[in-house]
Every structure is written in structure tokens, then in C-alpha cells.
């Protein structure tokens, strides 16, 4: 909190504004966000769906699959063990087994033992079952040996995927994947488990069973969002038909896990996507992020309620593990001597021993977020590379906007052992004794790329007043679900409040929960509700805010003993009011506007930092509040934003340096310093 800008699309705004005045209309903020988005809350139903055939091999793979079937060949169901694979896997195994009545078994590797995706030894597996017929869901594209080696063991292989593939594609029976195609099509997006759907719908239209593959959709839906693919093209009426119909469709285990999640108070239509995203997903990944997802699997195809039930809750507590085993590496990963990085580096790379490989994806999402740097999780299996003789390290790591991070990764390529990945996430293994080489590459990279790496921010969807929030509009909202990449839940800038209570709540004090009040246009008393979740450390800065600020959030509705109420969800808070009536600071082009306190001013600083000298060789994080006080008591418009900035410019120019969490010390300068060298100053200095 209180260290990202918050941006506004001005340009989209006023587009809106002129539109509403051309029209007659009265504007409200429901209005612009889908205006802005070009979302009227319609979406075609399940009829819409795009033609299977689009996709590549489509009728191939369908003709081996019901020869298969009726040949009384076995077939093996070859998947992925996160939430996509699962549910892929799951989707494609009941559809042979119960809608054609077909001799098949599933195979999910152990992402601790196996690793993702086919390899020999699983294939020698499948082998001693019988099986001629491998269908890979949510992987294969790439997996040019391993199939190989299957059909010169007799065994066929179809491929549905929906991962990157170069011009090479494997040696099969058939290839079904949207990204062959290289024009964009509805079917573009779909994750693994849409392009196992597609073609179950293929071979039902084959079987004139259609109204049978209806039923999968709410499986198919968890996957969709599991994956963060955009919901766009088929992914949205997936998605919007999948929540509508969760638990109309008999999905035994699936409603278990709902019921224990919501205590039983859940039904199809108190389902959201972000229900979905933050509850359902989560716990479904949970067991293949500690080990096997085979019990993941056996919950969505489970038919029987006793066994529903323990398998749901043997789910829940393995995300319970996951969180802990989560928090005590975030904890060891954020520890200075396992940070091979310093504070000037334009990356946060962390070493440790052992850490669990299954949740270091997610430590190092933690890492950006905390430090709003691209950062790297490595750790060392000490007993594999003891007993290999080669010290290697693999790990994950996270990007921020403009950061790319295949591209960084490949200008590093001979450095490493293997990468792969994407702009914002990926996967990586580096000899340890490459790691302080790398680190200056990717700084290189960092510096060459500098102007295409935006600042940490928050994009404001609209900005309210105090009096447009109800009950009424925030349900209205509810038309533009469902959530996701291309269509996130929009964030709203509520201005004009004033701060009544903060008060840490949770285990630990782990979040704060916030009241405001505001005064109506027609002088009505307004209050509101809000809780910032994991942002108990800062109740202290909240407390000092001072009578006015601003919150971004998402609004929910509450419903509490049968009343409904607007819950405000806080992204961060801004010490000040927020009035884009008024002239605010262009950034990043002139389609972007902020208010001048998320910028920074050469005079502030100068004054910020003589503020800083005064506590003389070292200071404290808390002293933080009394050069903000202290500056606005001279008649300067000092933010949080323009201190805890202000602060990491003389960071990165040498002025000051972090000893620890909590102390900080004020390094002996005589020479006159440029600001213009800093990028964070740089970047807070767009031109109006």
C-alpha cells in the first residue's frame, strides 16, 4: 500500500462524457466501465459456441478416438496435475468412461517426482496396462521424444494442448491445438481443458449425444479460470454458463468442496469468478503443488457423498499446508542473507536450500508484489545435487508491467541450464555458480529496456463519489462477469472520505478493517466498510491519514443476517482527494492522468531529504511519519506515495542505504547528486 500510482484513462473518460452528452443520457459509473470495455452484459449461450472443427485435426483425432472405442482398445488419459490439467483430464475420462462406455484410465504426473508433462518412464507404465491409445490434455506439444518413443511401443498418440508451439509439431495421430492457427479465431484462448471440451462436443456431434456434453461445462469453467486465459471468444460463455450452472448438473465432489468452503450456504447463483479464482482453484492445485493431484481428479469424478466429503476435506487442508509451507519460504526468501541482490539491482533474486519446488511460483509472485521488482525464486535440492556432483538451482520467477521476462531470460540463455515461460511468469535452472554473472545480464537487460517498464500501478476502472455507492449500483456491476484477464473486476476510486476507525483483525492481525464516513450532496450521513486483506503492518500509516482520502477497491455485496450491505475490497489508499475535475499530471502518454501526489518534485525532494539528514547517521521506518508531518506543517503537499518514492530514489542513487527491515542509513555525501540518474524519479517526471 501506499507506494503504487494510480492511473486513469482521461482520454476514455471524457469519450464517455461527450457520448453521454450527445446522447441525453445521465452518466454513472456502472455506464462508463462498460462503455469503456464495450460490454452491454450480453453473451450468448451455450448454442453460441464456435465449431470444433476450427481447430486443427480435430476430425483425425476424432476418428482414432471412436475406432478406439469401438475396437475395445484401452486409452489413456495423459494430463497435468494444476487445476487446468485436472480438470481436462477429469472432463475427457468421465466423457470416454460414462458417455461412450470406453476401456479407459487416467495418468497425472507427480510434479515432485516426475516434473511436468510425458516421459519415457510414465510411458513404460501406461505400457504394462494394455494401452494403445494415449489423448495428452494440457500438454505434449513439445513432447517430440517421449511420443516417439510411445508409437515405437505400438502405442497411438493424440495431442490436445493449448501451450505454445514452434514450427516443429509432434509425429502423431493427430495435433489439436488452437495455437497452430495462426489467425485469431474464438477458439484462440482456450486453455487445456476448453480444448478437451472442444472435442468431446466434436465427438458427442458425432454420436448425436450434443445435450450430453452441457453438464461438463461447470468443470470445464474452473480450468478456464485456473489458467488466467482472457475470456474472451468461447472462454466467456464457457465461463458465464459454467457459474450460472455449478451445482445444476450433479458434480457430487465439486459441490462438497463448495459446501466446506461456504458452509454449506453456497448455490449456483452466489457464485463468482473471483469464488472461483481465490477458493475452488486454490484447492484443487493444492494437492499437485505438494504432490500428487490424483485426489484432485477423484474429488471432481466422485459420485459417492461420504467420500466426497473426506476427499474435499483432505483438499481444504492441503491448501491450509500449502499456505503455511507458503509463508515459511516467503518468510526464509525475504531474509537478507538469502537475497543474492542489492537494493539498487533492478531484480530481487533469492537462493535458499530445499525449498518446496510446488509453491515457489507463488513466493516469488509474493516477492514482486512486495518489492515491485521481477523477481527470481531459486533453491538448491541439496541431496539430488550432492549426490549428482553439479550445484544447480531451479525456480521461478514473476514479472511487473513491461518486463519481459522470456526475452530477458533468452538474453541470458548461455547461462542457463533450461528456461521456459512467458512475459510475466516462468521457469528457470542456472548452475549456482552463474547466479552473480546472471544478475548483472538481467540488469543489463533491465537498463537496455528501461522506457518499457512502467512503475508499479494501480489502472482506476472509475472514480466516485461517496453517494454512487449503493447496494443497487454494485449489483449492477454484477453484469459484467465474468472476471478475468481481459475483463478483471474493475476498480474503483471512492474519493472524498473520511478515515473513522482502523483496526487490525484476523489471525496475527494479519488484515485491517477500515471505516469511513462521507456526507451526501443533499447532506445525508454516508458510512461504509472496508477490509484490505494482508495489510495489517500498515495500521499505523492508515491512522495517520489526516481527515480526507481516497480508497481504490473492488465492491462486493455483503449479506449478513439476511440484510444486504456494499463491502469495500481496499487495493490502497490515497492521503488526499482524488479529483480528476481538477488538472492532474500526464503519464505514461497522454491518454494516462494521475493526481500530482503520486509524482515527484525536485523540491520536495531536496526537502525530503534534508528532513532525512536531520535524524543523523541512521533513522527508522516510523520516522517516515514525521517527515511527512513535518512537511506539511512547512506548507508542502507531502503524500505517502511522494515519501515511501522519495525514499527509494535515494536508495537507488547511493544517498541512503537499508540495513535491515527497519533501519536506515544516511551515507556520508559531499558531492552533488543527479537526480535525473534515478529511473524511479525519471518515470514520476512525465510531462504534462
Known sequence: MFDKQWIFDIKKHNEYTEFCEENGRKTSFVDEIMYKRGIDGRIGGVEMLSDPYILPDMAKAVDRIMNAVEDGEKIAVFGDYDADGVTATAVLYHFLKNVMEADVIMYIP????????????????????????????????????????????????????????????????????????KEETPLSRLCGAGVAFTLIRAIADEMGAAEEIYKYIPIVMIGTLGDVVPLAGDNRIIVKYGMENISGFGWTGLDKLIEKINTGKATSTSISSMFVSFQLVPKLNAAGRLGNAVRAFELLICEDEAEAECLAEELIQENAKRQEKEAEIVEMAMQEENIKTSDTDAVVVALGENWHHGVIGIVAARITEKYKKPSFVLTIDKDSTESAGINVAKGSARSVKGFDLHKALTSCADLLVQFGGHEMAAGLSIKVDKIEEFIKRINKFAEENAESIMPANIEIDAVVA????????????????????????PVLCVRNLQPISCTKVGEKGKHLRMTFCAEASDGRKLSFEGIAFSRGAYEGMVKSIGKVCSVACRAEINVWQGRKGVSLLISDIFDGDYNIDKILKCVYNSDYTTDWGFTLQRETLVVMYKQFAKFGESFKFNDLYRVRDNMRKMGIQCTWYAVRNGLDVFIELGLIKRKDKQTFIIEKNTEKVDLTKSGIYKKAQAEV
Open 466 to 489: 461517496p453517494e454512487e455507492i449503493s447496494v443497487e449500483t454494485v449489483e449492477k456491476l454484477a453484469d459484467l462477469e465474468p472476471y478475468g484477464p481481459g475483463n478483471v473486476q
Open 110 to 181: 507427480d510434479r515432485l517426482t516426475e516434473g511436468y508433462g510425458m516421459s519415457t518412464a510414465a510411458i513404460d507404465t501406461i505400457g504394462t496396462e494394455g494401452v494403445t491409445l494415449i489423448i495428452t490434455v494440457d500438454n505434449g506439444i513439445v513432447a517430440f521424444e517421449q511420443i516417439e518413443y510411445a508409437m515405437g511401443m505400438g502405442i497411438d498418440v493424440v495431442v490436445t494442448d493449448h501451450h505454445k508451439c514452434g514450427d516443429r509439431l509432434p509425429t502423431c495421430c493427430a495435433v489439436v491445438n488452437p495455437c497452430i492457427i
